[in-house]
């Protein structure tokens, strides 16, 4: 490719909303342009990319003996209705219509649309396993479009499905794609970690996440420092606590005067004694599926956080809300004295107080709490995980030291069941020919999100650094004066020899300065560049490594042999 005919309009202006790496040095190297809120064209470099990212995950999966397919990305409605999605999928689903009246959607997601290519076309457990994929445009209309690629409304997702005819063959299938992904992944040269996940409001029964580790990530991701359990914070496990004080505090059950003291730091400074020994009552209003709601009370210890999505799934509830005091006064609740016999109101108690009997807790009346409360033989079916994981915590698995770090989500697998296959009547004959619902399994990458996050990783001040299996070019070449003869002829030549190796090399053959061609090179990010400058004469020319930036001087005759065995 030469430069001189390429469209890649280069620009030292940043999108004014940009505040990641990623989303200013795509737009600022000509990879990507806006068009609208969380929709981006791609432009060739870009795209160049694009399609190697893409040709990897397609190597690997096929290679899995998974297929490719193309679904249409207009779904009918109807498909969404069989499976009750239409109306849960809330805002980010986008419902449009023909002229005719009749009702579609953009695809976000494809279950519905691949349990009906595959339903009443495969009818036999000797069909299965069957695994189909598709690398394709989707829409979500993201509550919070930023941060460029990474959460777009228009994106490519790479989109799998596996039909089984058993829990276990999909287990099997389901730790091939775990590995599969992770080649992909590692292939691209990042650094990931696979994490347990919650498996949310598309129903299932396991869930990985593929995390990217990137400070400006959106997950919070808990990893043990001795062993190899990761999760995301939603879903994070800890060992049981252990008390601060050797002993336990000695405490005569009954209620205590505790005048105007309603917080957890008051109190802990009123009876003298660590948090840890405080039971927090977190007052939230559930919202719920078939539209009723109601208010809920989780108690946890005084240093302990509720964690959101474990206290949603705790009453499988849509949504939580905040409530006022107001509302709970209405409701015949105490606020800041509100303890585990609350009246008339669903509790769910966190599982590390569970035979608890050294607690300090609300009295259920204004200006007392409750010394001593036990919880022994109480609440039996009261009890989850409701707590966020913090810093230090233990791991359930080998005791060892729990830490948080950020990451970005790249891909996703999780075992279906029969979720879809159930209500959207999918089919098959067992060997004891009994009809029964498909097993399935879904999986997805963020193929367009990698672009970015290829690169959130790998930056520096100047530019995008891309890596070996991601670079739209592998070599730069630079003539540095181009109306000199000799530099053109020998870049020319070079060129040429590398075009005939099938090697992936651009000519910058522009008539600018040289500083401004080198400028380029840096914030595009080839990894290397060969400058061809006025040292052409004394018989050498210069390699440079974009990464390290580190120069090395070479000699013509040489330079061929060198680039030969690099790139
Ligand atoms: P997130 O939590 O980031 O919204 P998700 O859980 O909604 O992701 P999935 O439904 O599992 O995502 O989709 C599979 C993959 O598609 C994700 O792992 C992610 O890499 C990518 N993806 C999801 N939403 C977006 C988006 N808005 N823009 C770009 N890529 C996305
Ligand atoms: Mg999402």
Known sequence: MRFSKCFI???????SDAVLPSHKLLVQGGFVSQVGSGIYNFLPLGKIVLEKIRKIVKEELDKAGSQEVQLGFVTPAELWKESGRYLKYGKELLRIKDRKDNEFVLSPTAEEMMVDLVRNRIKSYKQLPLNLYQINTKFRDEARPRFGLLRGREFLMEDGYSFHESFEDLDREFDLMEKTYSKIFD?????????DADSGAIGGTGSKEFMVLADNGEDDIVICDNCSYAANIEVAKRAKRIPPY????????????????????????????????LAKAVAKKALFEDGNEKIVIYFLRGD??????????????????????????????????????????????????KDDDTLICGANKKDYHFVGYSLKDKFKDKFYDIAE??????????GGKLSQTKGIEVGHIFKLGDRYSKPLQANFLDKNGKSKP??????????SRLEAVIIEQHHDDKGCIWTKESAPFMLDIIVSNPKNEDELNFGNKIYNELLSLNKEVIIDDRKERF????????????????????SLKDGVVELVERKTLKKSVIKKEEILQKLKELI
């Open 515 to 534: 500083g401004f061609k080198m400028k380029d090179f840096e914030l595009i990010g080839f990894p290397y560049a060969l400058i061809v400058g006025k």
């Open 304 to 353: 302990d956080t509720l964690e959101e999505t474990k206290a949603l799934n705790a009453v499988n509830a849509l949504e939580l809300v905040d409530v006022s005091e107001e509302e709970l006064v209405k409701n015949g609740i105490t606020p800041g004295f509100i303890g585990f016999e609350v009246k008339n109101t669903q509790i769910v108690i966190d599982i590390d107080l």
């Open 438 to 447: 498909f097993i399935m399994g879904t999986y997805g990458i963020g193929v």
């Open 389 to 398: 994981v913090r810093e230090f915590d233990l791991c359930a698995k080998c």
């Open 246 to 277: 050797d002993e336990k505090p000695q405490m005569t059950p009954g209620n205590f005067y505790t005048p105007e003291v309603k917080t957890i730091e008051t109190l802990s400074e009123f009876f003298m004694i660590e948090p840890y020994y």
């Open 9 to 15: 309009p280069t620009t030292k202006e940043a999108p």
């Open 187 to 195: 292939r691209l040269g990042l650094d990931f970690r696979v994490v």
